[in-house]
């Protein structure tokens, strides 16, 4: 097997605890906290707070079950992610270059999709916030099959891990703020009922408010984009036909993929398509648990959605940290640990009922430990690709990652009928077991090759 293009994940000489945490202050991982906000904000506005949205002005629970199968965007992003790779855009190529080309054009899509779907009221017209909600999520995952390979492309594969770490920061505050803070937007948007007549609470005009500030809010990663130096470019061999091509864009990427790794390929695909099984499987049933054992609104929110972030950027920070000392393979392997074993904690909870103490417990844990594994994961994902065909390599791994989980947790809500939460809760820790063995394969087979070079 061949090393890697981007380089060995492993550090032979640490650097000092000083020289890691100045990382965090250079200005390519300074760029990548402005566009994780950017890449974060769109998903929870399709998904979370849009289902809010929705069940607030009278849409059945069916129609919005259905409606979240817009996120299948993100599972197939890379079907068009070779043209990301390859394909000019007119005039903002020329003058951006082509990962900025893209990222601005992914963006202006999301900002003009967001005004659409805060013009139109659902409760009259759903159609329109359908068609507007798909057009926001294909933008999304546009932004990041071309964001994913502007930070690959940005720094060496020793600094992928930190940039990773404050891509997530952004990430996560972008989530806060479209989620807590497009409804916290929304309920001081409202008039009072006399004056608007509103029977049953629902105010449209409170939810475009929210929305445009959405749109506005995506203003920083824009900016960034503007003054952020483009990559250095790598050229590409002229293609003499449309076949031609279409060979480059659409078969190459994979073909390289397959070729750089033969059979460990297999593997490589195997561990990616299983590391964050446990994670998503459970977190599917998180808030139908929350519920159903008497957490009310206000806890949940408090302790899962802005607390429970916190912790994961702590998770992220430790992960990049740990990952420039120690190496991404370490990293990986406590991440898979203890992403399965916190599991268990919720298994416990569901023993124990309402107890906020518990929950605090559990969830300081569970994402501790997600930050941690999503770091590492990250950074692995980034040494796997080749900077010639990172948007498309990097599209078909960010991709594979949640397909078999989504799919598996689809029957979660039947299991949990069926057994109960302590038993689904336990399940999910176990599904995390192979995972375990997937990642000594590969560190093993990646020692091995690192070995046989001359």
């Not at 159609?127 to 294909?138: C, H, I, K, S, Y």
Request: glycine residues 8%.
């Amino acid at each position: 097997m061949t090393h890697p293009v981007h380089g060995s994940p492993e550090t032979p000489h640490p650097p000092t605890w000083v020289a890691t945490l100045k990382i965090y202050l250079e200005p390519a991982c300074l760029r990548m906290l402005a566009l994780g906000f950017s890449a974060g904000l769109p998903l929870l506005l399709v998904f979370g707070t849009l289902s809010f949205w929705l069940r607030e002005a009278g849409i059945d629970r069916t129609t919005i079950g259905f409606l979240s199968w817009v996120g299948l965007a993100y599972g197939f992003k890379w079907v068009w992610s070779p043209l990301v790779d390859r394909m000019p855009i007119p005039v903002l190529t020329r003058l951006f270059g082509r990962r900025r080309s893209w990222l601005l054009l992914s963006q202006g899509v999301i900002v003009t999709a967001l005004i659409c779907m805060s013009l139109a009221d659902p409760k009259v017209a759903l159609a329109p916030v359908v068609w507007g909600a798909l057009a926001v999520a294909f933008g999304s995952a546009t932004q990041d099959i071309a964001l994913d390979a502007f930070r690959i492309e940005s720094a060496a594969s020793e600094r992928q891990a930190a940039l990773a770490a404050t891509y997530q920061t952004g990430y996560r505050l972008a989530m806060i703020w479209s989620g807590a803070g497009a409804l916290w937007i929304a309920a001081r948007s409202e008039l009072p009922t006399a004056v608007v007549g509103a029977v049953s609470g629902y105010q449209h005009g409170a939810w475009q408010t929210a929305y445009w500030v959405m749109a506005a809010s995506m203003l920083p990663g824009v900016l960034t984009v503007i003054f952020s130096p483009e990559p250095a470019r790598r050229e590409m061999p002229a293609a003499r036909n449309a076949a031609e091509w279409l060979r480059g864009a659409l078969v190459e990427p994979f073909s390289e993929f397959i070729g750089r790794f033969r059979w460990h390929a297999v593997l490589i695909l195997a561990l990616i398509a299983t590391y964050r099984i446990s994670d998503v499987v459970m977190g599917i049933m998180a808030n139908p648990f929350y519920v159903d054992m008497g957490f009310s609104k206000d806890e949940v929110a408090a302790v899962t959605k802005i607390y429970g972030v916190v912790m994961t950027l702590v998770g992220a920070f430790i992960g990049g940290a740990l990952a420039l000392r120690v190496g991404v393979m370490r990293v990986m392997m406590l991440g898979a640990a203890l992403s399965a074993g916190t599991n268990l904690l919720f298994a416990w909870l569901a023993g124990v009922g309402h107890d906020l103490t518990a929950l605090i417990f559990v969830i300081s844990a569970d994402n501790l430990a997600s930050g941690i594994a999503s770091a590492g994961f990250i950074a692995y994902l980034s040494s796997l690709t080749n900077v010639n065909y990172s948007a498309t390599q990097y599209a078909l791994f960010s991709s594979m990652m949640l397909l078999l989980p989504k799919f598996v947790a689809g029957y979660s809500g039947v299991y949990v009928d069926h057994f109960g939460y302590a038993s689904f809760f336990t399940a999910t820790a176990l599904l995390g077991a192979p995972v375990l063995v997937l990642v000594w394969l590969a560190s093993r087979n990646m020692q091995i090759a690192a070995k046989q070079l001359p």
